[in-house]
């Protein structure tokens, strides 16, 4: 693993985005970890994420007999 930061920028922390997370403040204080859109925030991470798992942990319905 590098120790050299992505030239990118940081990249959204919401499941699924790949969108680059918007800039630092210019008076300072640390980047925030999601992008600009609205919906994007931590309580719908953590729904989206909940949500997938939950998919993930459901059997498929064609499996049952």
Do not use: W
């Not at 920028?9 to 790949?18: A, L, Q, R, T, V």
């Not at 925030?32 to 931590?42: D, V």
């Not at 729904?47 to 942990?57: F, G, P």
């Amino acid at each position: 693993m590098s120790d050299r930061p992505d030239p990118r920028g940081k990249i959204c922390i919401y499941p699924g985005c790949e969108r680059p997370a918007v800039p630092a403040h210019p008076q300072g204080g640390p980047q925030p970890a999601f992008c600009a859109l609205e919906e994007h925030n931590a309580l719908r991470a953590h729904q989206e994420r909940r949500r997938l798992q939950a998919m993930a942990n459901t059997p498929d319905l064609k499996e049952r007999p």
